[in-house]
């Protein structure tokens, strides 16, 4: 029951911001977790009145070194790889709305600018604007909320690094006896495709701009976690991103393919247990995604386009250990089919170790390794990332 109760708690916060601003690692409500109990988060939380709408600054900076076999642009490298203005305020009593901005090629652009009105019956939730996707366990926060260095491998090939879409969404959970919670949510996008592809640059994805609603784009989850003990509990959860109709274009000839559409499923499972001390906590997770409908397309030649329909299937798992709220170290593989002619596999391999100086600011050591059938690729990353003020996102499990 205890661990049921903080779920609960978790789960019912987690629809109005989050005042937490930098936790050792990323987590889902109903997980183990630990926390700075009694340490003011923020310099404003959500319900002081000193200072609002209460602001925030992230700063996320990256230095790796690469080695690939068979090419020479190996070597050191380093780079802000993301900075991030936010602000998050209630705008009457039952809405709230949040802002990031970021930083892209000199000029600040709008990751995600939101509403969320609760005002109808306790757990439910009607979210409106740009926002991620509710998606697994890894999509709906930014890059550098996560545990490890980049997300996991098959999210990146089959959904991109980021997706978020100009939209509404609606959450709703419940409690299921006095062990479980369930929660769902549906939404429509104007488009939810990748923003750039990092496997399959070519061809460029569109969506009309103008549309009939049954072309809009629609994600769905539902997941739910029980208690298994007074120190475990086991989340599952399904998921699907659908786009009806978008279209393709080469960019070396111009050549375009039209009326495609794609849907990708996942299953998701993570199992978590804490010690009594609150100190020391095992999370192990995995999620398999499934691609199907028009998966890929090649132009052979001026004039050709070649449509892979075809079903492609991608995992990732997990295994993350923290021995005090400072200090974590965990391992992840993922494995690919990509959504190209040759049916290229893909696996990634990756070590890292976290270590907080507080909740505002964490160091992160990243060893990976990408193993392809024309070229492997070893990297070693050094992450900084820092919060000041108050941040936060939507719901997040």
Sequence with gaps: MRCLHLAVLAAAASLVPSARAQGPGFQTPGMPTFGYAGIESSQATRFSSEF????????DALGDYVRYSGRSDDGFDADVRGFELGAMAWVDPKAWAYFIGAMEDEQLAI??????????????????GRFFIDFGKQMQVHVHELRTVERPLVLRAYLGEEVKGDGIQWDDWRPVGDKT?????IGAFSSILPEE?????????SVDERKDIQDFSFTARVTGFTDL???AILQLGASARVVPDYAVEFEATGDTEEGLDNTVWGLDATYGWIDDTGQRRWTLGAECLVNTGDTGADNPAPGTVDVLDDTVC???AFVDYAWSRYGSAGLQFSAVELPDLNASDLSETELYYTHAFSEFQRLRLGLSAI???DEDAFRVALQYTAVLGAHGHGVNW
């Design 52 to 59: 609002n709408p209460a602001f925030s600054f992230v700063v």
């Design 371 to 373: 193993d392809r059938e």
């Design 229 to 231: 003990s007074d120190n």
């Design 314 to 316: 991608g995992y990732y």
């Design 197 to 205: 592809d990092e496997f399959l640059p070519d061809p460029a994805k």
């Design 111 to 128: 990751e995600e600018a939101a509403l969320h009105y609760v005002g109808f019956e306790e757990n439910s939730t009607l979210r409106a």
């Design 181 to 185: 919670a369930v929660r769902w949510s």
